[in-house]
């Protein structure tokens, strides 16, 4: 039996893991948010990895507001640094393994070829910053952490670009999306599938890896696409990044190579229209 501890259970990826490992019988969970556990707060994490002991911690917690993120910077390092070196700490002191969920934010996104993991973190936001700074401690503080970044996440909970496109497609006759940003759509589902994966390996390979579903699009192309596959009859315009100021700088390119967790753990990323189609079937059926 392995015992879970998932944090930041409530969002997309965190309820996605706690879906599956409700289906496990080979799994223990305990899944926490912030009511749950302050992970903030270096004593109570300590207190509470002691307590329940688990073998496996997630981390899914961080402030994942992007914009907001530009004027409440205290509060993203407090999230996405402090909490994590918290998390750090009492794992390595409790002897517990840690997977951590990171962002393509790092990296500068002015490149013209995926990103691979040994590529130089160069982060044009607080948000960026701040994970980056998040991963350090962690590496430095729990060598043996596993590190997962990825980008463009979406999933059946929570809110996202998906059920966000299909509420103003079924609301308006036309939207207007960026065209000059690309990155990859990726499932939490899968994601969390991918986490599985590696907490079930019979060898656990600590470092940084990258995981999105395969392929490319720019948030046009991924708007278009929802509409498509949802048969919502709306019309998507394109438009540049400089029609849609945002107070954090979005990355241009931020393609994430994923050969090392291919290699490493055998996971092969389902592409994304493939995951996109089943994530829209999932919400159809809940609206049934």
Partial sequence: MTKILITG?????????????????????IA??????????????????QQHRPDVLVNCAAYTAVDNAEKDADMAQRLNVDAVENLAKACCRHHVKMIHISTDYVFSGTAHTPYEESDKVCPQSVYGTTKAAGERILCNTLPDAVVIRTAWLYSSYGKNFVKTMRNLGMSRTEINVVADQFGTPTYAADLAQAVMTIINSATWQPGIYHFTNEGYATWYDFACAIMLESGINCKVNPIA????????????YSVLCKKKIRNTYGIEPPHWLDALKRCIATLQQQQQ
């Fill in 9 to 29: 259970a409530n969002g997309q990826l965190g309820s996605e893991l706690s879906t599956l490992c409700q289906t496990a019988t080979d799994i223990e969970l």
């Fill in 32 to 49: 926490t948010d912030v009511d749950t556990l302050d992970i903030c707060n270096a004593t109570a994490v300590d207190d509470f990895i």
């Fill in 241 to 252: 990044t400089s029609e849609y100021p945002t107070p954090a700088q979005r990355p241009a």
